[in-house]
Nanobody
Framework: QVQLVESGGGLVQAGGSLRLSCAAS????????MGWYRQAPGKQRELVADIGSSRSTNYATSVRGRFTISGDNAKNTVYLQMNSLKPEDTAVYYCRMRGSGVWSALDYWGQGTQVTVSS
């Protein structure tokens, strides 16, 4: 089992920055994709960004150029640096870590952290 603990959410004014962290504990050996998702009220959960074991990254169009995802394998931690925040970035942000290929059934989610951007 893998447990994920997120931190770093909060309230910020438009144009400001926040950094989210997600630390994993437990059997993380087969985890090789780490990512962040978000869900705004009344909307579906959506991918924000993810990063693979090869350090390849993938970003939602709406955050590209403003957000940066990074991972620290030694600490089993993934980060999301969010700059130039907009009110439409307001959502609950969830960390997700999963395996791929034969390990794709390994799929873990954090409890979520609220990000609120005021105008």
């Amino acid at each position: 089992q893998v447990q994920l603990v997120e931190s770093g959410g909060g309230l910020v004014q438009a144009g400001g920055s926040l950094r989210l962290s997600c630390a994993a504990s437990g059997n993380t050996f087969k985890i090789n994709i780490m990512g962040w998702y978000r869900q705004a009220p009344g909307k579906q959960r959506e991918l924000v960004a993810d990063i693979g074991s090869s350090r390849s990254t993938n970003y939602a169009t709406s955050v590209r150029g403003r957000f940066t995802i990074s991972g620290d394998n030694a600490k089993n931690t993934v980060y999301l640096q969010m700059n130039s925040l907009k009110p439409e970035d307001t959502a609950v942000y969830y960390c997700r870590m999963r395996g791929s290929g034969v390990w794709s059934a390994l799929d873990y989610w954090g409890q979520g952290t609220q990000v609120t951007v005021s105008s």
